[in-house]
């Protein structure tokens, strides 16, 4: 046995198709930036106004579907299903599962646009409202918009991915990756060549949408560190600092394991949120943040279906192309692998505690943080804060710094809020870095979901110098943009993969006896005989009809 042991190596591990495909991909994606950046960028910015142009109403359609999905799945009879059988166990605490969900998804977008959206949206007003920059109906309504792009839509994106894999990897005791979601629908041939395309493109978007978020994150460092200690320091100095560290302290957590390394990133997170979120609600205004919020939900409600479909046909603005539909194809680039991790954490629960783990309840902390922020920075610009002069002068970046500028003890929350961005990113990047890890591990090395098994340290240190050397080369060479917006016009073929992999789910709830090896046999004989009446009143139906 130990010299069988000694004769399997890292490139034995390796699944070299699921590895190889992006790997090419990326790296020629890498050096045309690198190399022509201005023509990267045009050919990318082409492609992504196509896609939006043409096929807006193609990803408000989809999304909002994912939304009704993602609402059947966790609140009809099949919601009580354990992921895992019904002898597994959660590995992790209710409150713990919740923070690493919340803080691996899209944490550092809400601090970057925290503030910075709602300002925008008060000073800068959407064109088809028709408002008045900064006037009564701006205040009132900007919040609604922000609560639309950080609300259920980003998060059903999410866990619709996250759904559509678990079940069928838990219970159906599938390979770790994107692809056997489609096992319903396609079978073996999951394990072939459309399987290794299906995860070759999600690993792309993932390591490209990386990009998008840890640009946000660099853009925001950056500025702060020039804003606060007003330094003029130039950005691609810090940047290199930034990401430097980012990717050292990922390696490192990632490489102890994720009952470690990522529970404690996202629990000192999370009180580090707390912390602003309480800071600002007691200085920031807290009867102005009480009325706005509690009115902006009541219009957030009453606006969702609506402008989940509205795409301006006839104003033409631009605005929705810019902003909702930006966000859609950004979380879809996410959705995949972020969907992915949520499954390493959902052994035990059932499919309804899941969604209300991913969708429902970082929704509501998604309200709370835009309604306090949001509202906050509103009050004090009517006031004479003039954040959103700071906004014009130093970009977005910002916001947030600018903010606490008005409230007591700034210079501490300069230096929370510098935290806070530092591990928005590591907590994403070390989940990402787990996750590519163990899809591009041959499943045999993987153990099951009975005894699971870590992926080779070697391939959580290359997934996490990939992306730092990709954001290192695109950010001196003018290519991160682009590359961002290559990874974001993935969104629209993911967008397409993830209905597909809805209707997959929907076959395996319907023949559930089939497809989970969980079951014992008395138990599925019992559910083969209620899914064949289920089928036979379905058809009795459709004959009376």
């Not at 879809?332 to 991790?341: E, H, R, S, Y």
């Not at 004989?525 to 209620?530: F, I």
Request: glycine share 10%; charged share 15%; hydrophobic share 50%.
């Amino acid at each position: 046995m130990s010299t069988e042991k000694q004769k399997i190596g890292l490139l034995d591990k390796i699944d070299k198709p699921t590895l190889l495909l992006p790997a090419i991909i990326l790296i020629a994606a890498v050096v045309f930036g690198a190399v022509a950046p201005d023509a990267f960028n045009s050919a990318s910015t082409a492609a992504f106004n196509f896609t939006t142009k043409y096929f807006g109403w193609f990803y408000a359609f989809g999304v909002s579907l994912l939304m009704l999905f993602c609402v059947w799945a966790g609140f009809s009879k099949y919601g009580k299903i354990k992921l895992g059988g019904k002898d597994a166990k959660p590995e992790m605490s209710f409150v713990t599962w919740f923070y690493i969900c919340l803080t691996s998804g899209i944490a550092i977008g809400i601090i970057y646009w925290g503030v910075a959206e709602p300002l925008y949206d008060l000073i800068t007003p959407p064109g088809f409202t028709g408002w008045e920059p900064s006037s009564a109906e701006a205040a009132e309504g900007a919040l609604k918009f922000a609560f639309l792009h950080w609300g259920f839509h980003p998060y059903a994106i999410y866990t619709a991915a996250g759904l559509c894999c678990a079940f069928i990897i838990l219970n159906g005791k599938r390979r770790f990756s994107i692809s056997s979601s489609l096992y319903p629908l396609l079978g073996d041939k999951t394990e072939g060549t459309i399987g290794k395309l299906v995860n070759g493109l999600c690993i792309f978007a993932i390591v490209g949408g990386m990009g998008t978020s840890l640009g946000y994150g660099v853009s925001q460092f950056c500025v702060g560190v020039n804003y606060v200690f007003g330094t003029n320091i130039p950005d691609s100095s810090i940047a290199v600092f930034f990401i430097g560290i980012v990717v050292i302290l990922s390696i490192a957590f990632s490489c102890s394991g994720l009952q470690r390394g990522i529970k404690y990133v996202s629990t000192l997170k999370m009180y580090v949120f707390y912390a602003m979120l309480i800071w600002a609600f007691i200085f920031g205004g807290t009867l102005f943040i009480l009325n706005n919020t509690t009115s902006a939900i009541g219009q957030y409600l009453a606006f969702i279906v609506p402008e989940s479909f509205y795409l301006e046909p006839v104003k033409a603005t631009g605005w929705v192309n810019g902003w909702s539909i930006f966000y859609w194809a950004w979380w879809l680039a996410f959705a995949p692998i972020v969907g992915l991790f949520q499954i390493k954490l959902a052994k035990g629960r059932t499919i309804r505690q899941f969604v209300i783990v991913n969708l429902i309840a970082p929704t509501l902390f998604a309200i709370v943080w835009f309604g306090v922020f949001g509202s906050s920075a509103i009050n004090l610009e009517l006031h004479g804060a003039n954040i959103a002069a700071k906004l014009s002068e130093w970009g977005s970046s910002v916001a947030m710094f600018a903010y606490f500028d008005n409230l007591p003890l700034k210079t501490f929350f300069h230096g929370i809020l510098f935290v806070a961005i530092v591990i928005s990113i590591l907590a994403l990047s070390e989940s990402m870095t787990l996750t590519l890890a163990d899809m591009s591990t041959k499943p045999q090395y993987l153990g099951d979901s009975d005894k699971p098994q870590d992926s080779p340290r070697s391939l959580k240190v290359f997934w996490a110098l990939l992306v730092g050397a990709i954001a290192f080369i695109l950010l001196f060479s003018g290519g991160l943009g682009a590359l961002q917006t290559a990874s974001i016009v993935c969104g629209f073929p993911i967008l397409m993969l993830q209905l597909v992999m809805a209707v997959a789910y929907i076959k395996s709830m319907h023949q559930q006896s089939k497809y989970d090896l969980t079951l014992t046999e008395k138990e599925k004989a019992e559910m083969e005989q209620g899914e064949g009446k289920e089928k036979e009143t379905i058809e009795t139906e459709g004959q009376f009809e």
